[in-house]
């Protein structure tokens, strides 16, 4: 036998083998980690309303895809669910010009917010790109737009108020600091004015704003108006308003909440406003209702009940060593109802409410803070004992003078009667002023406190002297 032929039967050399792996093994490791870069397009099968349905293609719950326009123009959508080889999108912009059997190309990654302290100052869309007319935003950190819960037992409890510079809450229902407060109202009570007040007057580092849903031209207003430059300095504002899709609304209330946390990360204290967080829930019903989720209460689907928790929950106090995130979400009571769906759900998982009454704001009375239906929940976890009293013997002249209201406008009560009424009456007239505090006008936590003070001594002071 030659020896070309000894070299051919004696097999693969194990060394040689050895070295080889020993070389490749990095960028096979590589290569079996890394995921693939090939991405398979689908067409659009069906459109109904705005709801897109496409096949021949995969992408996650939640991810985005293109769909490509006969101009050229690339749809921005998102998954929003699937039912076996065709997935549902819902697309974030205007979804004109879109033609049968469209491509759509889906986009590697998951949607993320960018944040930073370059966004004080600017007014932003849902998707993060400016409204204001300013230059163009400077890169900043990315966080994933849907963000993450922090864990119940790392949360830090609440133990100091927040000055929101507004008397009637400063000093009857104290907003603690990484506390969770609903502002109940129906259409045209003086929500938004109350809102703007507090924008203005709160003692919180930063203030992100989130305009959900709510008439394009409150956009302009809020910011002109309510916050003035000043304000506007050491605040970040999203607006989607009424007319961008359901998507996009739903996409400004995480952007929000994710521009909240970024601040609260870096150990600020931040008042978080959103109004309204019906037009959020409104904005998920649409989407649920477009895929084909059935209606379960007065039309909502059992998805809206879902999301709400899931964007409050980010809201409070953080870890350890960073800061807190005070929310106030507007909730619009449509006709007055107390018992909304919506009104109802939020009710249980805010930390409090404030409920605008519609009589005291046909009488004038602005804000129109019903004191009886208001309450906050974390008050008594940093309140002073002599607070706590002071409270309580409000609410109970107050609902002591409505319980006798009636009598006591037609003259049918006889002074003398009832020791506790009588009081009522004689305080009547400083609760109501007690209540009503002018927009311009800011009144801190203590001043607010010694005003409700001075509210009984001066009544005690001008009782008869019965010592003989």
């Known amino acids: 036998m030659t020896e070309q032929s000894q070299s051919v039967h004696a097999g693969p050399d194990p060394d040689r083998n050895l070295e080889r792996s020993l070389r490749l093994g990095p960028y096979l490791d590589r290569a079996y980690d890394s995921p693939p870069q090939t991405t398979v397009e689908g067409i659009l099968r069906r459109t109904v309303g705005l709801a897109m349905e496409a096949e021949g293609c995969l992408a996650a719950l939640g991810g985005r895809c293109d769909v490509v326009a006969d101009d050229g123009r690339h749809v921005e959508t998102e998954v929003v669910g699937f039912s076996g080889e065709r997935l549902f999108l819902m697309p974030v912009g205007d979804m004109r010009g879109v033609v049968p059997n469209a491509r759509v190309i889906p ?83 003086g929500k938004s004015v109350l809102l703007s007040m507090m924008t203005r007057n709160t003692e919180a580092d930063v203030v992100v704003v989130g305009l959900v849903g709510e008439r394009g031209r409150e956009v302009k207003e809020f910011i002109d108006h309510s916050l003035g430059s000043e304000g506007l300095k050491r605040s970040v504002v999203v607006a989607t308003p009424a007319d961008d899709t359901p998507l996009m609304r739903l996409n400004g209330a995480w952007l929000t909440t994710a521009i909240a946390e970024y601040f609260r990360d870096q150990g600020k204290n931040v008042l978080l406003l959103m109004d309204s967080l019906t037009r959020f829930a409104q904005a998920q019903r649409e989407i649920a209702l477009a895929i084909g989720e059935p209606p379960a209460t007065k039309g909502y689907p059992p998805s809206v009940f879902a999301k709400l928790p899931q964007l409050v929950e980010r809201a409070g106090n953080g870890a350890e060593g960073s800061g807190s995130i005070t929310a106030i979400y507007t909730v619009l009571a449509e006709g007055d109802d107390p018992n909304d769906p919506i009104v109802d759900a939020a009710r249980a998982i805010l930390d409090g409410h404030i409920v605008l009454s519609r009589s005291m704001a046909d009488a004038g009375i602005y804000p129109a803070v019903d004191i009886e239906s208001s309450v906050s929940r974390a008050m008594n976890q940093f309140a002073t004992p002599s607070q706590q009293k002071l409270v309580s013997r409000f609410r109970q002249v107050y ?50 406190l010694s005003q409700l003070r001075e509210l009984f001594d001066a009544v005690a002071s001008d009782a008869p002297d019965d010592t003989p």
């Open 399 to 448: 609902a002591t003078y409505q319980e006798n209201r009636d009598l006591v406008s037609v003259g049918a009560y006889q002074p003398g009667s009832n020791p506790h009424l009588d009081e009522a009456i004689a305080l009547w007239p400083s609760i109501v002023d007690f209540l009503r505090q002018h927009e311009g006008t800011r009144i801190d936590a203590e001043d607010s």
């Open 107 to 189: 986009m590697l990654g998951t949607p993320v917010a960018t944040v930073g302290d370059h966004l004080l100052g600017r007014v932003l869309d849902g998707r993060g790109n400016p409204l204001d007319g300013g230059k163009p935003l400077a890169q900043g950190n990315s966080v994933p737009l849907m963000g993450e819960t922090i864990n119940p037992l790392q949360r830090q409890p609440i133990r100091s108020q927040l000055d929101v510079g507004v008397r009637s809450i400063n000093a009857l229902l104290s907003v603690g600091r990484g506390q969770r407060l609903g502002l109940f109202a129906g259409s045209g009570v």
